[in-house]
């Protein structure tokens, strides 16, 4: 199972960034993708997650709802977040995540089983930078 990110960057508040996550190893379409962040000297953030199969359920944590959309294309096996309006507090490292052998389903509890780190898989990060 491997998981790459790209896509981060620098940009002042207000901008946009695309970030994608190239999935390999396992049955995409079968899975449960998601996005975390970490800035220096905090902890992990959940952001958000997806259902890669016919039923697309999404799940947004409050802090980017209405601001970071995010969208998987089956063809490509990537997962993108759409990053709109970004504000300083976005600034970190961002992962993306799954766990192929116990795929979960989009919300709180997906998260919270991911973030125990018992299982599942992690990409090595993009930065982004968002400054005024």
């Known amino acids: 199972v491997q998981l790459v990110e790209s896509g981060g960057g620098s940009v002042q508040i207000g901008g946009s960034l695309i970030l994608s996550c190239v999935a390999s190893?396992?049955?995409?379409?079968?899975?449960?993708i998601g996005w975390f962040r970490q800035a220096p000297g905090k902890e992990r953030e959940r952001v958000a997650c997806?259902?890669?199969?016919?039923?697309?359920?999404?799940y947004y944590v409050n802090s980017v709802k209405g601001r970071f959309t995010i969208s998987s294309d089956s063809a490509k096996n990537t997962v993108y977040l759409r990053m709109n309006n970004l504000e300083p507090e976005d600034t970190a490292v961002y992962f993306c995540?799954?766990?192929?052998?116990?795929?979960?389903?989009?919300?709180?509890?997906?998260?919270?089983?991911?973030?125990?780190?018992?299982?599942?898989?992690w990409g090595q990060g993009t930065q982004v930078s968002v400054s005024s």
């Open positions: 995540a799954t766990d192929p052998l116990d795929p979960g389903y989009p919300g709180p509890m997906w998260f919270d089983t991911m973030a125990a780190g018992v299982a599942g898989y």
């Open positions: 190893g396992f049955t995409f379409d079968d899975s449960v």
């Open positions: 997806i259902n890669t199969n016919d039923d697309g359920h999404v």
